[in-house]
């Protein structure tokens, strides 16, 4: 044997003594999440926690001395955490299916790949479903950084009794996905609006003869050319090798660095973090100065706001809600007093939820 060989069978001993460590340790800590689970369901409290999942990544990402990047790290704990969660209790999360969506792959990124995956139709099914119980949690996406607010969140956020309970963010990068490679033979484009929005440039360069076919999700539309064998997709790579589609281009998107804010919803509320965001909505009087009352609220707190978006008020023309984040959880004294202020103001008030912000863990 050489001593190459004889320097690689030790290298490799020494590597499975500590994969028989690390094993007995990650079913140790399997054990007391299990007991800590059995705690949660007698004291009625979620099994899912954002606050403790963000504890974690911080605690781990300080600890990580070694070669392995920190996001290695974080994969690897988001695994653990989601296989220990599934021992508590088996989670249902909803997500805007088909498999293969974004919604999908931000699904996976923030809970792992033990708990149950529940494709719905549209967004409100995603809704409908979590505020009925049939669904623990549902992801939806709800704003893009180059194109905007996804307006059917902010609605069903309205209409219906969920709150925020955590958030993501996921890069996004489209690929053209299909069967024919001379694009002067392709007559339609699947894709949804915001993501055909996205790729606007290309598609001008390339298919601007092309008939424009909404779709429910990207992953969708993926589905739709793998069965019709019938013009492109613009999907993400994922769903192209679920729907065996072929890579006609890749990173289709007008923008480098496209990004879209997933939120988790849910009908519980998540504790104080160290860093926390809280979103509310509400509409106010139709009189000169109502809008900039309320906006000199949070600047006399000193409270930072992160987004303000409007919608229109279906019921009154001309009217509008008001959507707004900020940082800062309503357990805080301060925030506490800012939300009372603001709420003595409005013809309309809605609490959508304090919850951590996960933008650095993404």
């Not at 809704?127 to 893009?144: A, H, I, M, Q, T």
């Not at 009154?316 to 007093?337: A, C, M, Q, R, T």
Request: proline content about 4%.
């Amino acid at each position: 044997m050489s001593s190459h060989e004889e320097t690689l069978n030790k290298l490799r001993t020494e590597i499975d003594a500590l994969d028989g460590q690390i094993i007995d340790l990650i079913q140790k800590r399997a054990e007391y999440a299990k007991e800590i689970g059995l705690v949660k369901k007698e004291s009625g409290g979620p099994i899912y926690r954002p606050d403790r999942e963000k504890d974690v990544y911080e605690k781990v990402t300080k600890l990580s001395k070694g070669s392995l990047p920190a996001s290695v790290i974080r994969a690897i704990y988001r695994e653990m955490m989601s296989g220990t969660i599934a021992l508590e209790h088996p989670l249902k999360v909803g997500f805007l299916g088909p498999e293969g969506s974004f919604s999908h792959e931000s699904l996976r990124s923030k809970f792992g790949s033990s708990i149950e995956a529940v494709p719905q139709n549209t967004i409100p099914d995603v809704f409908r479903s979590v505020e009925s119980g049939v669904l623990d949690y549902g992801v939806v996406p709800v704003e893009n950084s180059t194109e905007g607010q996804v307006s059917s969140t902010l609605d069903m956020l309205l209409e219906t009794d969920v709150k925020i309970y955590s958030e993501s963010y996921k890069r996004i990068s489209f690929c053209a996905l299909g069967f024919e490679r001379d694009f002067s033979k392709v007559k339609r484009i699947y894709g949804i609006k915001i993501g055909n929005e996205q790729c606007r440039n290309w598609i001008s360069a390339n298919l601007s003869h092309a008939e424009i076919i909404e779709t429910s999700s990207t992953a969708m539309a993926a589905k739709i050319v793998s069965e019709k064998a019938d013009g492109i997709a613009i999907a993400s790579k994922i769903s192209g090798e679920i729907y065996g589609l072929e890579v006609l281009s890749e990173a289709i998107e007008d923008y480098a660095g496209n990004t879209t804010r997933f939120l988790v919803i849910g009908k519980t509320e998540c504790p104080k973090t160290k860093e926390d965001k809280t979103s509310i909505v509400f509409s106010i009087p139709n009189k000169t100065g109502s809008l900039f009352t309320v906006l000199k609220t949070f600047n006399e707190a000193d409270v930072n706001l992160t987004k303000i978006e409007s919608r229109p008020l279906k019921m009154n023309l001309w009217e509008y809600h008001f959507f707004v984040d900020f940082i800062g959880h309503k357990e805080e004294p301060k925030i506490s007093k800012l939300l009372r202020d603001i709420q003595n103001e409005c013809n309309r008030y809605k609490f959508l939820g304090s919850y951590p912000t996960f933008g650095k863990f993404s």
